[in-house]
């Protein structure tokens, strides 16, 4: 397994301020994600960040609102900018161990649980 | 990756056997099924995987039907820390592409 975790696990911010939000791996990984999980929600992907290049974003999410670092394979960043409170919601980084050759399992970290107000 | 289809919420006696259903109708042939849950503040957290045969862990099992349109989770002596909303996700196992789709999954409620 991967033991993931995430700073800081909560926080309240004033709209219009910035917050970065720390993911660290236990181990080296490939592939690192971020989620987004709005209050009663589901988890929707924000991006997929691999370690060298510059993140892929999902539709609906652009790197100017969430600009993600990825400076080594054990370690990411996810900046949720110029925060409103719709930007309200519980962000999960996870990670995929394909460099173990097993693709089957896919771990997450604890979340950030974010009210902007 | 094909669309899957769960009840919202399910109930369960404490130390009975939890199904949880899912449709996927429109699985390709190289779709697998997994399974994830997440507990109330938690991350989600695998818990089994298939392709077309029947699939069983320490946690629980996993039926897939004989066309793989549908399956089914099998918590078989569900406790009260097995209430979480369990999801269902359909996707192609591609090396390096581990991307997860979620949708709103069945909230299950064990009682006690």
């Known amino acids: 397994s991967a033991v993931i975790s995430q700073k800081p696990s909560r926080d309240i911010c004033q709209r219009g301020t910035s917050l970065t939000i720390q993911c660290q791996v236990d181990s080296q990984v490939t592939m690192m994600f971020w989620y987004r999980q709005q209050p009663g929600q589901s988890l929707t992907l924000i991006a997929t960040?691999?370690?060298?290049?510059?993140?892929?974003?999902e539709s609906g999410f652009v790197i100017d609102k969430f600009p993600i670092s990825r400076p080594n394979l054990t370690f990411s960043t996810l900046t949720v900018s110029n925060m409103s409170p719709e930007d309200s919601s519980i962000y999960l980084c996870?990670?995929?161990?394909?460099?173990?050759?097993?693709?089957?399992?896919?771990?997450f970290g604890p979340g950030t649980r974010l009210t902007v107000l | 990756d094909a669309k899957t289809t769960q009840p919202p919420s399910m109930d369960c006696a404490e130390g009975r056997a939890a199904n949880l259903p899912c449709n996927h109708s429109?699985?390709?042939?190289?779709?697998?099924v997994y399974w994830y849950r997440q507990i109330h503040s938690q991350g989600p957290q695998y818990i089994i995987h298939g392709l077309k045969n029947n699939e069983t862990n320490e946690m629980a099992s996993l039926i897939i039907t004989e066309d793989r349109k549908s399956s089914t989770l099998i918590l078989p002596h569900a406790t009260l820390r097995d209430t979480a909303v369990y999801y269902c996700?359909?996707?192609?196992?591609?090396?390096?592409?581990?991307?997860?789709?979620f949708g709103q999954g069945t909230r299950l409620t064990i009682n006690p």
């Open positions: 996700i359909v996707r192609v196992a591609l090396q390096g592409a581990q991307k997860l789709v």
């Open positions: 429109t699985i390709s042939g190289n779709e697998y």
């Open positions: 996870s990670v995929s161990r394909s460099d173990r050759g097993n693709y089957n399992e896919q771990f």
């Open positions: 960040a691999n370690q060298g290049s510059e993140a892929t974003y």
